[in-house]
């Protein structure tokens, strides 16, 4: 496939060539789908693309579970080695497609034929596309499957039999719902799969001081003060990859007696946060993965809208700094796409004081001690 998209973006702005290009590509593409489908096959196997950030995967476990308890078929998931971690802390008969940068063209654009082949071979009845994009979309084009169904830019709706345009009103979650919702009629509610928390005694806690990119980002130099000032109370540690940080950043880390864990993998990072009674983070992945394994988490929000990225357990709490420019109502992110366009001053993270935070931590660490208090009251009692 050739990079038609970069080209439609230039002349969208032309309302009537706009609908002239989509209407032809999807005569193009629908034919070809068209053709494709006289040859399609009826099996039991089931591929979903989920070729997304750590972040993401997690948002699409509320349709997975729909469609693992739905479709009654074997399900596969392409994804990354580290979705792969991820997706396997609640789907154990799922089987994998691991994809990594390599396979793509381009800056995982376009998938090679190697790829190309790993999907034929599973010869999938069903495709269902959560990641959009030429990547998702060069694997489903010429696919013989009986049914495609997914999220992708209008241009390509010609190679889906069932098509939504990705748009966000809501927590991430719903985008994933929705394409659920074109298999599987009117699944029950997101409550059905939020993980319990784990109600225990408040004692080790971490600080993940990074995210995805810098603007989301509190301040590495507020998070230690952070660290230091809980730490009297709780054993606290700042966790984070190795390599992340100079030695001589660690020296003084070391100096201030600030305990700190570096990870090697993704795999440590886990087995770190099922080992903890408490995350603190900004918006990032490590905040999504707690909320699965059910641990508590307390989030710093700032170019990102709370509502859409709240992590999938029920018992959180943030903290944002609001501002003119903040995200509103229905907006996923700030007018700076989430400061990745530029944003000349990162106001709404430089101007949250530590105070602010600890303030807002500490009403939340109390929540959490009186629920444990209450739940250890109530195994005495059943226990009588």
Not at 277 to 286: E, F, Q, R, V, Y
Not at 331 to 345: A, Q
Request: aromatic share 12%; hydrophobic share 40%; charged share 20%.
């Amino acid at each position: 496939m050739i990079d038609i998209t970069k080209n439609y973006e230039k002349i969208k702005r032309f309302s009537f060539l706009n609908k002239v290009l989509i209407y032809l590509f999807y005569i193009f593409l629908y034919s070809l789908r068209s053709i494709c489908k006289i040859k399609s096959n009826y099996s039991d196997q089931v591929l979903i693309i989920s070729y997304n950030k750590l972040g993401d995967t997690v948002f699409t476990f509320p349709a997975l579970k729909y469609l693992e308890m739905g479709l009654k078929k074997k399900i596969t998931i392409l994804c990354s080695p580290d979705q792969k971690l991820i997706y396997q802390l609640s789907f154990k008969n799922f089987n994998f497609i691991e994809a990594t940068a390599s396979d793509f063209y381009k800056i995982k654009r376009i998938a090679k034929g190697k790829l190309r082949k790993k999907v034929k071979n599973i010869d999938p009845e069903i495709v269902i596309d959560f990641t959009g994009g030429l990547c998702s979309a060069s694997l489903i084009f010429l696919s013989k499957s009986y049914l495609i169904i997914g999220m992708n830019s209008v241009l390509l709706k010609g190679m889906y039999d069932k098509f939504i345009i990705p748009t966000f009103s809501n927590h991430l979650t719903e985008i994933y719902l929705n394409i659920s919702k074109l298999i599987i009629k009117e699944p029950n509610s997101n409550q059905d799969i939020i993980k319990d928390v784990q109600i225990k005694k408040l004692s080790k806690i971490l600080i993940h001081p990074f995210a995805g990119w810098k603007s989301k980002e509190w301040n590495f130099i507020k998070f230690v003060h952070l660290a230091k000032k809980i730490s009297r109370y709780y054993n606290v540690s700042l966790i984070f990859p190795s390599n992340s940080l100079e030695k001589d950043v660690l020296t003084e880390l070391t100096e201030l007696k600030i305990s700190f864990i570096q990870t090697n993998n993704l795999n440590d990072l886990i087995n770190e946060i099922k080992n903890c009674s408490l995350l603190i983070c900004n918006d990032s992945g490590p905040i999504q993965i707690a909320g699965i394994l059910g641990i508590p988490t307390f989030t710093v929000f700032g170019p990102t809208n709370p509502v859409f990225h709240l992590p999938l357990n029920i018992k959180h709490s943030y903290i944002r700094k609001l501002l003119k420019c903040s995200p509103q109502n229905k907006d996923k992110m700030c007018f700076t796409n989430g400061g990745r366009y530029g944003c000349p001053s990162y106001e709404c993270m430089s101007l949250l004081k530590i105070n602010d935070v600890q303030e807002k931590l500490y009403a939340f660490i109390d929540e959490l001690n009186t629920n444990f208090k209450n739940t250890a009251n109530k195994d005495i009692i059943a226990s009588k």
